[in-house]
């Protein structure tokens, strides 16, 4: 199981603590594989942008109309927190039903 995330974030560590199988990937580091973030995008769509992140924010007017993939290429912390991967399935955010999908 990966997480994809921010180590400083605070529901990212919630959700490592919740589940310490999960192996934390860095977004910002690391980046989030381009077969991971597609898959993401397919199923989440625009859920899969942190339009309240002070990243988002700091963005121009003119860089917030470009295209949700080319902005979390760029800018990897725009990414709604956590997603996690497990056996090929995608879960988005710590909701109760990411929490009751994984079993925690």
């Known amino acids: 199981m990966r997480l994809f995330g921010l180590k400083t974030c605070d529901t ?5 603590k919740s ?8 977004v ?9 973030l597609a898959r993401a995008f397919a199923r ?14 700091g963005l121009e007017p003119g860089d917030r109309a470009r295209p949700p ?5 760029e800018h ?8 996690i991967e497990k056996d ?3 879960y ?6 990411t929490r009751a999908a994984l079993g925690v």
């Not at 989440?44 to 924010?57: C, K």
């Not at 993939?69 to 290429?73: G, H």
């Open 76 to 83: 990897p912390a725009l990414m709604k927190r956590p997603l």
């Open 69 to 73: 993939m080319e902005l979390l290429a």
């Open 92 to 97: 988005l955010g710590w909701t109760a039903e």
């Open 19 to 26: 589940l310490p199988e999960a192996q934390l990937v860095e």
């Open 44 to 57: 989440f769509g625009d859920a899969l942008l942190n339009t309240r992140s002070t990243t988002w924010r």
């Open 28 to 36: 910002r580091a690391e980046g989030v594989p381009e077969e991971v």
């Open 88 to 90: 090929g399935e995608l």
């Open 12 to 16: 990212c560590r919630k959700a490592l």
